[in-house]
């Protein structure tokens, strides 16, 4: 069986700089999958080249079995793969409930885009509470729902989420954390970076550790968790 993603030699490089320096890896369908690094590491990176945004310089991206590498993202998005970005990326002056109509920008199925609305208010109810207020007045945890829900709302096959947990607290890291779980549940596949090793490994099926633009390690996330070289670089134990 092929990977639903697969990532092979990816080279990305911004004029000298070689961010990423041709990594392989892949996500099966269901999968929660996980890339930890530290700062630098070429995490967001790869996931804007994955998602159509940067052009590789090296290698190729395959996406259920069709090369996306030279695709428009919004092509991309239409096949069935979401992006929610790192620093959120919201947009301040729209509506929360304008913000997630442009998860659905590729989508005429007007019923279904009402049901999927009603979804994501059921999962983060401060949504549905605010949705006629400028995003932009947010927390930065309620930028991150609204992002996770833009993602949503174009109905993915696969969804990449870039650090969810960056800046939040504690409690609402585990909200972020468990709605990645019940989106696995139902269905989606995850493709999650997380410079917060140890909630991302405990929920990854698989986990890839990048150091300065190269996999230095993999396995699954469980036997990665436990792992002395990622104890001692990501988790802060002696
Ligand atoms: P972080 O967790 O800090 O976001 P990351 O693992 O996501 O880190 P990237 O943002 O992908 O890392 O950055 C990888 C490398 O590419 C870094 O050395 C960074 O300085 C460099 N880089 C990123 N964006 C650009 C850019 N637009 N121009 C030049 N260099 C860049």
Do not use: C
Request: charged share 25%; hydrophobic share 40%.
């Amino acid at each position: 069986m092929t990977a639903m993603l697969e990532v092979k030699e990816l080279e990305v490089a911004y004029g000298k700089i070689v961010a990423v320096k041709r990594i392989s890896f892949s996500v099966e369908q269901g999968q929660v999958v996980t890339l930890i690094g530290t700062n630098g590491a070429g995490k967001t990176t790869t996931l804007r080249t994955i998602s159509g945004l940067l052009r590789p310089t090296h290698g190729e991206v395959w996406f259920q079995g069709e090369r996306i590498d030279q695709m428009a993202a919004h092509e991309i998005v239409k096949r069935g793969l979401a992006h929610s970005p790192e620093g959120r990326r919201i947009f301040p002056k729209l509506t929360v409930e304008e913000n997630l109509l442009l998860g659905a920008f590729a989508r005429n199925d007007h019923g279904a885009i009402k049901t999927d609305l009603d979804a994501a208010y059921d999962l983060f109810p401060i949504l549905g509470e605010r949705r006629k207020q400028p995003a932009g007045t947010f927390s930065g945890g309620e930028q991150q729902m609204l992002a996770m829900g833009r993602a949503m709302m174009s109905r993915p096959k696969l969804m990449m989420l870039d650090e969810p947990s960056m800046g939040l607290s504690p409690i609402m890291m585990k909200r972020i954390m468990s709605t990645v779980s019940e989106l696995q549940a139902q269905g989606t596949t995850i493709l999650l970076v997380e410079q917060n090793a140890q909630a991302a490994l405990k929920r990854a099926d698989h986990g890839y550790v990048l150091e300065v633009g190269s996999i230095v390690l993999n396995g699954p996330g469980r036997e990665l968790l436990v792992n002395d070289q990622v104890r001692k670089a990501y988790l802060g134990e002696d």
